[in-house]
């Protein structure tokens, strides 16, 4: 087993439930890891054995343009879209962050961090 990390994919979105949210919109980060056995692209050098991370990023970022309430929602979606789209994946983790949440304080973050297996 070998695992991929995809860290700190910036990307601007609309979720929240605040409707400010929804219009304005926020910068989010987003990390990820995976799993899966990665023994056949270490000797082949082949792209197409392997768990493409420009594939992964973009799953990332698709979702992330799907307006949502709550990051678990979304975290979910980029879960579910891993397995259903890449079989070779045995367990992933994502984190979501809000950057700069309006919850009236000074907080530089808020995650929520959703794991699953296959």
Do not use: Q
């Not at 768990?51 to 678990?72: G, R």
């Amino acid at each position: 087993m070998g695992k991929i990390k995809l860290n700190n994919i910036r990307v601007h979105a609309w979720h929240g439930c605040l409707k400010e949210e929804s219009i304005i919109g926020s910068d989010y980060r987003v990390d990820l890891e995976v799993s899966a056995d990665l023994a056949t692209p270490s000797v082949s050098d082949n792209l197409s054995d392997t768990v493409d991370y420009v594939h992964l990023n973009n799953i990332v970022k698709e979702e992330m343009a799907i307006k949502s309430k709550l990051l678990e929602h979304v975290a979910k979606r980029i879960l579910n879209r891993i397995f259903s789209e890449i079989e070779s994946i045995t367990i992933a983790e994502v984190s979501v962050s809000k950057i700069n949440p309006p919850i009236g304080g000074d907080v530089e973050s808020v995650s929520v961090i959703i794991s699953s297996n296959k």
